[in-house]
């Protein structure tokens, strides 16, 4: 049987964009996930974007989870959209650090999301669930392994309800961590998050900026690809499939899809994988 799965979209740039999205949420709402996720740009660089996605999405009947990154951000502006996001009837977010703005200094009222969360708690009580961030493979700015560990402790410690995972392709280094998370202490959920592969120059990209390892026989298989997409994603499919085959069979609590604003990647991993 199929866990729950939650699917994440970025707020779109065009109103092209934002039209696309209308009809992939169409799509991807009929899977029935637990909830849609919104990302949030370094330093609220698309709070307005993200805003404006997320109300569409609870009105068009969706749970729907706003990423909250507090880097830059004030207590002011923070407990502004945790009151807007209160008066929309919104009962889940993702609280995370962020990145800061390319020539930003000051780094506002928070330096960690462990701070984020202790204040969201402070302040609203158990209105919101929230999600923050984990990652099998180390953050890249992490001390050592051992330091981003304790981070994830801290922030569920504060009193995040679940944690979701940086994309990756080694099940193992998934299955050590949160083995390792449990031994710690750690009593939340942790969600595997499943990236899709359909472009190779963009994962490489993405895998290089955020620290997440494509195995080097993936590198290897996609680069004889050349610019074969249909070929890529074939490869690709097969790869994530039995991923999230695997996971499931050692006892995920949830799927989370970082869907890139497309429905039928996920859509197909998701029949490929038992739902």
Known sequence: MRPPVSFEFFPPNTTEGEARLRGVHQRLAQAKPEYFSVTYGAGGATRDKTLRTVLEIAAAGSKVAPHLSCIGATRESVDELLALYRSQGIRKLVALRGDLPSGMVDTGDFRFAVDLVRHIRATTGDWFGIAVAAYPEVHPQASSAQADLEALVAKVGAGADTAITQYFYNVDAFLWFRDAAVAAGVCAPIVPGI??????????????????????????????????????????????????????????????????????????LLAASGG
Do not use: K
């Open 195 to 268: 990236m899709p592969i359909g472009n190779y120059r963009q994962l490489t990209r993405f895998s290089d900026a955020c620290g997440a390892e494509i195995p080097r026989w993936i590198r290897q298989r996609l680069a004889q690809y050349g610019e074969d997409l249909q070929a890529i994603r074939a490869f690709g499919h097969e790869v994530v499939a039995a991923q999230c085959r695997r996971l499931v069979a050692e006892g995920v609590d949830a799927l989370h899809f970082y869907t890139m604003n497309q429905a039928e990647p996920t859509l197909e």
